[in-house]
C-alpha cells in the first residue's frame, strides 16, 4: 500500500459515524464469506465457523457481497425481508469491506491495499 492509499483509507476512519446508521450492536458471525457458507443438495444451509461479535449488521452482508456466495441477491433479500435494514445499506456495503480487504493486505498482499484504498474514497 503506497503512503497515499494508506491516508486515504485514514481519512475514511474520522468519518465513519457520520456514514452509519445508529442501530445498536448486533451478533454477527465476524467471518461470513462463501466458505463458511455450507449449501446442502435439500436445499438446506448451513453457516460455520464464527467469530462472533457484537458489531454493525451490514458487515456480515458486506463480507457475503465481497467473496459473493451463490444465490447472494436472494441471500440478500431474505435478510432485508426478516430483519429491515437501513435506507441505502447497499451503498454501505463497500464501507464495511474496508476492514476485510485491509486484513488480505497485510496476510496477501497482492492489490488489496489497493483496492482497500479505493474502496475508501467512494466514501470521503
Known amino acids: 500500500m503506497t ?3 494508506a491516508a ?5 476512519v474520522g468519518r465513519l459515524t457520520d456514514l452509519l446508521p445508529d442501530e445498536p450492536p448486533s451478533r454477527v ?3 461470513l464469506w462463501n466458505g ?3 449449501w446442502g443438495q435439500d436445499g438446506q444451509v448451513w453457516v460455520i465457523d464464527p467469530a462472533a461479535y457484537g458489531g454493525h449488521r451490514e458487515v456480515d452482508l458486506a463480507m457475503l457481497a465481497m467473496f459473493g456466495p451463490p444465490h447472494l441477491p436472494r441471500v440478500l433479500d ?3 425481508e426478516a430483519a429491515p435494514l437501513a435506507d441505502d445499506w447497499e451503498d454501505r456495503l463497500g464501507l464495511h469491506q474496508v476492514f476485510p480487504l485491509l486484513v488480505h493486505a497485510c496476510l496477501f498482499g497482492g492489490g ?3 483496492r482497500a484504498a479505493e474502496t ?3 466514501y470521503l
Open 112 to 114: 488489496y491495499g489497493a
Open 3 to 5: 503512503d497515499e492509499e
Open 78 to 80: 431474505a435478510y432485508d
Open 36 to 38: 463458511n457458507v455450507l
Open 120 to 122: 475508501a474514497s467512494r
Open 29 to 31: 458471525h465476524g467471518d
Open 8 to 12: 486515504t483509507v485514514e481519512s475514511l
